[in-house]
């Protein structure tokens, strides 16, 4: 928590910062402090998808099960989106998939082969 404040004190537009504050304040059962510190790190990074799951897991177990469910989606489908993009724009990353891919094919066949006996 020190470090973290000590952080925001360099740069208080620090919103991975705030959202790890609010991790600190969740462990502690300080739900409202953490709902505030995430809060904070979305007011700074609307698209920050840690805050945004976090906020949601915590709006879940407030009670509030719609709108926390809806911010863990959101957070999700952000991540998918962010994959997606490394994947297209690195192109270790595609090389990788595709040996990946490669590899679970070919196992798929080896075991087609197999079980056919």
Same mark, same amino acid.
């Given at each position: 928590? +020190? +470090? $973290?404040?000590?952080?925001?004190?360099? *740069?208080?537009?620090?919103?991975?910062?705030?959202?790890?504050? /609010?991790?600190?304040?969740?462990? =502690?059962?300080?739900? *409202?402090?953490?709902?505030?510190? +995430?809060?904070?790190?979305?007011? !700074? *990074?609307?698209? %920050?998808?840690?805050? !945004? %799951?976090?906020?949601?897991?915590? +709006? =879940?177990?407030?009670?509030? !099960?719609?709108? &926390? #469910?809806?911010?863990?989606?959101?957070?999700?489908?952000?991540?998918? &989106?962010?994959?997606?993009?490394?994947?297209? @724009? @690195?192109?270790?990353? =595609?090389?990788?998939?595709?040996? /990946?891919?490669? !590899?679970?094919? /070919?196992? $798929? #066949? #080896?075991?087609?082969? #197999?079980?056919?006996?």
């Amino acid at each position: 928590e +020190y +470090y $973290f404040n000590q952080a925001l004190q360099i *740069d208080s537009e620090f919103a991975s910062a705030y959202s790890n504050l /609010g991790n600190i304040y969740q462990e =502690r059962g300080w739900t *409202d402090r953490a709902v505030t510190a +995430y809060e904070r790190a979305l007011a !700074i *990074d609307p698209e %920050h998808p840690t805050a !945004i %799951h976090n906020l949601g897991v915590l +709006y =879940r177990k407030k009670g509030q !099960i719609g709108r &926390g #469910i809806e911010l863990m989606k959101k957070a999700a489908r952000m991540e998918k &989106g962010k994959m997606r993009s490394e994947v297209r @724009s @690195s192109p270790e990353v =595609r090389r990788t998939m595709i040996i /990946g891919w490669a !590899i679970v094919i /070919g196992l $798929f #066949i #080896i075991g087609l082969f #197999i079980f056919r006996r």
